[in-house]
């Protein structure tokens, strides 16, 4: 593994310069000749029915080229989850109801952004103020106000498929009100495993919504040419192909008449995956209109009307043996979707999905509801149901230790998996390095000499220190649309090529890695490959950047796309050198040459003017792709948990030193640690990058960080306002790379960069009580609930 000229070398980003010069485009760059501006009118309201929108005064100022409402759309709907037990809920502009502070009303374009927010203020809206429910749990009783009480019609996403069970789509008279999502999973025989259980424990837990503070704002610019009947858009996206898809659904237009062209993109963590209103709307205006439509979101419209992380309830129930050993685990989780679906079902079945590939649970039970109130909507934010679902399970183990007196460590590494394991769904952990990473984790972070147990108030000064530590699981790809990842290389005279991919560069540095792949494979150098990525009408399909998929699943794609370039490039070779036999040659540094006489050489460029003279002008092109899980007929069961889920998981443990002001409650992050299984890391400097900004996150959401709402309104739609993470606060960093080799991956790499952010939340939370020795409950872990938890107010 350590002969590779460029995979696993530390090779700066593809697209440094670019951003670093500022010459970088980003979707809020993008002008457009004879551009619209475009507002949006939101709800004051979290539950109210629409009598009527009297939009004249607005139609009638000067400078205002169209005016659109819920009438104009009706028959539209669209959704994250689109299935036929999941029909899609949501609108681009609200018909008959609203249902959250921020749903959008109505839409303008103008000659420019004051005229468009001067239109809006025209608009008169009539509404009638229904009773609102804005907890899951009061959401979930029988007499709560319903929130969604219409039909929904049509033809599903999965049913265009072919996927047609369940296809009775979630009731409102089900025993749960407000319900928008179930997953029940079971296997073993869980009461008897609690009978059999030495100590059994139960506890709550409770996570706040997130949000993701990306520092480009979410924005569109279309423009509809009606000559040719093709609509160009320019979005902030994670998946071009699947945003594409999205739009061709909702706007009923053939996906070949839809463009996606690139622009890069300021971040996203999950944020950019759905189908906006504004960006629906944008489109819908540019179509109605005929001039290119431009509509940016400010950011306390981000904060308010995009995605959320999800605020989650977990109950748990485990019973272990006396040394330890895990026997049976009963989970509960109620997520809050807010006011439509988003991705409640979604996250639901991934925090049981992030759960059990960890720890050796033979008798498990897991239920988990997605549930309609009246706040924000919910989507995917990085690591997606991991960070809550990690942050309960290891923070009820870290009690279950300390009653039994029990070294955690020891409880971890007793019950962790291990490579060979085949999980209840049927994958198979073909690399799996968490002893490793618990071991390396354990010994960077001192655990032996720090670790501390209970201690009293008397026997401790004001200021106290305490670690924890935690686990963590992720995908490495899936099944979604559009299911597979495909690349094309084309080969150039000089003997450089162009890779053409879906892909989209969301600051992770993909572009770079797949660059890596590509050179390593053809045996060219970094600066021989040109990347043409995101652009749906010169690339082909790819899953996108969610569910830390690039690696694996288009890093195949591209390293199958140059291996078949090489091929032809060989074959050409052969000819020219009389050799019959393939494997004798070897190509490195643009050059062909025979392995057992390394003298007889040949340039690509000789190689493939060869090629192209004898194939007539056809040109080498090299095709690969990879499905999502090559295994995997079809996604796998939401609401049951059947069926295969990836192809490979990624792992980490995560430790954490803190310190405590027990005068003030404050929590001071002194030191993290994380060690990363992520098969074989391509490029270790955008590993440790990743490991940052996860571990950032993470801290952020375990110390800080809440969307504060009341009643529905959002108090903190700022960074001002809103406690994230700065540089001041950043903390001593540890990164330890596990290369077990993935043998599925490309070089053998696996997922990195969104599982990492799960552990250290119950890490830190292990440390606090480790410190003061109460436990909290609920995150984040503020100084209130500290002082709170030591009996100081």
């Excluded at 150039?492 to 991919?501: K, V």
């Excluded at 078949?564 to 490039?569: H, P």
Aim: net charge neutral; glycine share 10%; hydrophobic share 40%.
């Amino acid at each position: 593994m350590t002969d590779y000229n460029f995979i696993g070398k530390r090779i700066p980003r593809v697209d440094g310069l670019a951003k670093a010069t500022g010459k970088a485009t980003y979707t809020v760059d993008v002008k457009l000749p004879g551009m619209l501006y475009g507002k949006i009118l939101r709800s004051p309201y979290p539950h109210a029915r629409l009598l009527k929108i009297d939009t004249t005064a607005a139609q009638q100022l000067p400078g205002v080229r169209a005016v659109i409402t819920g009438e104009d759309v009706r028959q539209v709907r669209y959704a994250f989850v689109d299935t036929p037990r999941y029909p899609a809920d949501e609108q681009p502009l609200a018909v008959d109801k609203v249902r959250y502070i921020g749903d959008e009303v109505a839409a303008v374009a103008a000659e420019s952004e004051a005229i468009a927010e001067k239109a809006l203020s025209l608009i008169k809206v009539e509404y009638e103020i229904l009773p609102p429910v804005f907890h899951p749990e009061e959401a979930m009783q029988e007499g709560a106000p319903v929130i969604h009480d219409e039909q929904f019609e049509g033809t599903s996403f999965w049913e265009e498929w072919g996927v047609t069970e369940q296809k009775k789509a979630v009731k409102q008279n089900s025993a749960v009100n407000n319900l928008s999502g179930h997953t029940l999973i079971s296997f073993g025989d869980i009461e008897q495993a609690f009978r059999e259980s030495d100590y059994c424990r139960e506890d709550r837990f409770e996570l706040k919504a997130t949000a993701h503070c990306q520092m480009e704002p979410h924005a569109a610019v279309a423009s509809y040419d009606p000559l040719a009947g093709k609509l160009h858009v320019w979005l902030s996206t994670m998946g071009i192909f699947l945003k594409r898809y999205f739009l061709s659904r909702a706007l009923n237009m053939p996906a070949s008449k839809i463009r996606v062209h690139h622009t890069f993109v300021g971040g996203a963590f999950g944020g950019k995956i759905d189908l906006f209103p504004y960006e629906f709307c944008a489109a819908y205006l540019s179509m109605k209109t005929g001039r290119p439509v431009k509509i940016e979101l400010d950011r306390e419209e981000v904060f308010m009307t995009t995605r959320q992380r999800h605020p989650i309830i977990v109950k748990i129930k485990t019973g272990v043996k006396k040394d330890g050993t895990i026997l049976a685990q009963d989970i509960k989780v109620i997520a809050d979707n807010g006011g439509y679906r988003g991705s409640g079902p979604v996250v639901i079945f991934l925090c049981h999905g992030f759960s059990f590939p960890v720890y050796n649970v033979p008798n498990y039970r897991y239920e988990g509801f997605s549930i309609y109130t009246n706040n924000g909507i919910r989507g995917p934010q990085r690591g997606h149901g991991a960070p809550q679902i990690r942050f309960a399970i290891d923070s009820q183990l870290d009690l279950i230790a300390r009653d039994l007196g029990l070294d955690l460590l020891e409880i971890m590494r007793k019950n962790v998996r291990k490579k060979g394991d085949v999980l209840p769904n049927g994958d198979q952990l073909n690399s799996c390095g968490l002893t490793e990473c618990l071991l390396g984790a354990a010994e960077a972070i001192n655990w032996q000499k720090k670790r501390k147990q209970f201690r009293t108030m008397e026997n401790a000064g004001r200021y106290r220190r305490g670690v924890g530590i935690s686990l963590c699981s992720m995908f490495s790809g899936a099944m979604y649309y559009p299911f597979a990842s495909a690349a094309v290389v084309k080969l150039h005279d000089d003997g450089s090529a162009t890779l053409f991919t879906g892909a989209q560069d969301i600051g992770q540095g993909s572009y770079t890695t797949l660059s890596q792949i590509l050179a390593e494979e053809l045996g060219i150098g970094i600066e021989d490959v040109h990347v043409v990525a995101g652009d749906t009408e010169l690339c082909p399909i790819d899953l996108g950047s969610f569910l830390s998929c690039t690696a694996l699943v288009t890093g195949n794609a591209v390293k199958k796309a140059a291996a078949d370039a090489k091929r032809q490039l060989l074959e050409s070779a052969a000819e020219l050198l009389g050799v019959e036999d393939l494997t004798r040659l070897k190509a490195q540094q643009k050059t062909i040459f025979l392995e057992d006489n390394p003298e007889k050489t040949l340039s690509f460029s000789q190689a493939i003017q060869a090629s192209v003279l004898k194939r007539n002008g056809n040109p080498i092109i090299g095709h690969g792709s990879y499905k999502g899980y090559p295994r995997a007929e079809r996604y796998p069961s939401l609401a049951k948990g059947k069926g295969l889920f990836t192809g490979a998981y990624g792992f980490a443990a995560q430790a954490a030193e803190v310190e405590v002001d027990t005068f003030t409650g404050k929590v001071k992050l002194l030191k993290v640690v994380t060690f990363h299984d992520c098969g074989y890391p391509l490029n270790k400097t955008i590993v440790e990058g990743q490991i940052h900004g996860c571990t950032s996150m993470g801290a952020g959401q375990a110390l800080s960080e809440e969307v504060y709402l009341e009643k529905g309104q959002l108090f903190n739609p700022s960074f001002l306002s809103y406690r994230l993470p700065i540089s001041l606060d950043t903390p001593e960093s540890i990164e330890g790379i596990v290369a077990t080799i993935e043998p599925s991956g490309p070089f053998g790499a696996k997922e990195v960069g969104e599982g990492c952010v799960a552990g250290i939340l119950g890490a830190i939370a292990n440390a606090v009580h480790d410190a003061v020795g109460v436990r909290i409950y609920s995150l984040p872990i503020t100084p209130e609930k500290v002082l709170r938890a030591l009996g100081r107010i």
